[in-house]
Nanobody, 117 residues
């Protein structure tokens, strides 16, 4: 599975951005798609995830501000980020988990989100 992430950029605090992650295969064949982020000097953390059945989960720090969604026709998962804060500044990456005989994990390249105060 190849993943192409896009949508990062510079935004002022309180603003919004939408990240996109397009997969090279049908999303129904991918068990879970997720967004992670890594801020400077910090460990990578899970931001949000969505299963093939549409179940979503969020980190407590983004709940109510971020929304993960999927467009199956476009093989794309989105992360709508509202009310952005300077502490949201990070490199965001998408991950795909495919479970068949083994659990396979695929990563897309990161996209930088910078939130200015």
């Amino acid at each position: 599975v190849q993943l192409q992430a896009s949508g990062g950029g510079l935004v002022q605090a309180g603003g919004s951005l939408r990240l996109s992650c397009t997969a090279s295969r049908n999303l129904f064949s991918i068990n879970t798609m997720a967004w992670y982020r890594q801020a400077p000097g910090k460990q990578r953390e899970l931001v949000a995830a969505i299963t093939s059945g549409g179940t979503t989960s969020y980190a407590s720090s983004v709940k109510g501000r971020f929304t993960i969604s999927r467009d199956n026709a476009k093989n794309t998962v989105y992360l709508q980020m509202n009310s952005l804060k300077p502490e949201d500044t990070a490199v965001f990456s998408c991950k795909a988990v495919v479970i068949d005989e083994l659990a396979r994990i695929y990563w897309g390249q990161g996209t930088l989100v910078t939130v200015s105060s």
